[in-house]
């Protein structure tokens, strides 16, 4: 391994730990959108809330954190 190759190294380190994260993140919030009830869900349906926490992240899991389910739920 040589001098150049330390940037490309810390690159893809940095990246596998975001991406990580990423999937770590979405499916917590899959996880906890299986558990709510149809009731608890608030401003769309289930599909819905599954579509906007993997396709638009991180906007996505944060909407459906602080509106997609009904009070008195603890995260």
Do not use: E
Not at 29 to 48: E, I, M, P
Request: glycine share 6%; aromatic share 10%.
């Amino acid at each position: 391994m040589t001098q150049n190759d330390m940037p490309a190294l810390a690159a893809l380190a940095t990246a596998a730990v975001i991406l990580a994260v990423v999937v770590w993140f979405d499916l917590r919030c899959l996880a906890d959108l299986k558990r709510t009830s149809d009731a608890q869900l608030r401003h769309f349906d289930r599909r819905t809330w599954a579509f906007l926490i993997v396709l638009v992240f991180p906007i996505g899991p944060l909407l459906y954190l602080m509106y997609g389910k009904g009070s008195g739920r603890p995260l």
